[in-house]
């Protein structure tokens, strides 16, 4: 990955490579990941700290005080990965199916479409996009992970980020 990010420059969105430019196309994201890339684009909405604690006690049947501990331990707006691995469990174990999902797909949308370099926090605004889960495949999410992927490329490549 660190090469990648050597060659990116985000004036043109693009890498530069020995063989010319190359770029990941929307067409790239359809035939790879078999994301869909049309479709509704979810709203997300500016949330404060109390909306994030009442998004994860109504989504995630958690107490507001877990949650809220929660969110202390990860800045506010993060859930740590591993917490929602262990919720995930603890739902499907007392048949809370519908909640463990909930908790799953938040896991697995933040190991694989919106990673972050900390490679252990997830933004707890997607979980707003698993409210009802007969809406999950009618988003864009192809568009909105390479959009995502685009705009981290572009915060990598700076000279200051570690």
Not at 71 to 76: P, R, Y
Not at 98 to 113: D, E, S
Request: aromatic letters at 12%; proline letters at 1%; glycine letters at 4%.
């Amino acid at each position: 990955m660190f090469a990648f990010v050597e060659h990116w420059h985000k004036e043109t969105s693009s890498f530069h490579l020995p063989i010319g430019e190359v770029t990941i196309t929307l067409d790239d994201v359809a035939s790879l990941l078999h994301l869909p890339i049309v479709g509704t684009f979810h709203s997300f909405e500016q949330l404060h700290v109390d909306n994030i604690v009442d998004m994860l006690v109504e989504l995630l049947e958690v107490s507001a005080a877990k949650a809220r501990a929660e969110t202390i331990q990860c800045h506010d707006f993060y859930v740590q990965l591993s917490w929602l691995r262990d919720l995930y469990q603890m739902k499907i174990e007392a048949c809370h199916w519908i909640v463990g999902m909930r908790a799953y797909f938040l896991y697995l949308l933040g190991c694989t479409l919106f990673a972050n370099k900390s490679v252990t926090y997830v933004h707890v605004i997607f979980l707003d996009t698993l409210r009802d889960l007969t809406q999950i495949g009618t988003y864009a999410w192809g568009t909105v992970a390479l959009m995502h992927m685009y705009d981290n490329l572009n915060k990598a490549s700076k000279s200051t980020t570690r």
